[in-house]
């Protein structure tokens, strides 16, 4: 069983920054690929960022150049930093472990860009 929550959501202006960081219990953190996923309101839960076990990332292209992803195994831990946020970046953002016995979700934070 994999456990996670996240944190560092909140309100930002745009052209702000904020890190998200997603907690995850259970063993073999290091095994597996983690990613942070977007959900807006009316629309789909998308990928944002994936950062595999061996530390290779992806980024979908609207956040590329602004978002970094990062984990740290040690702590069982995966970052999101955000910068240059735009008001289309506003939703809930959600972590997701890959396990060989499936997907865990946490629970999401919300991150708001507005003036």
């Known amino acids: 069983q994999v456990q996670l929550v996240e944190s560092g959501g909140g309100l930002v202006q745009p052209g702000g920054s904020l890190r998200l960081s997603c907690a995850a219990s259970?063993?073999?953190?290091?095994?597996?690929?983690m990613g942070w996923y977007r959900q807006a309101p009316g629309k789909r839960r998308e990928l944002v960022a994936v950062i595999t076990s061996g530390g290779s990332t992806n980024y979908t292209d609207s956040v590329k150049g602004r978002f970094t992803i990062s984990r740290d195994n040690a702590k069982n831990t995966v970052h999101l930093q955000m910068n240059s946020l735009k008001p289309e970046d506003t939703a809930v953002y959600y972590c997701k472990s890959a396990t060989p016995r499936g997907d865990y979700w946490g629970q999401g934070t919300q991150v708001t860009v507005s003036s």
């Open positions: 259970g063993r073999f953190f290091s095994i597996n690929t």
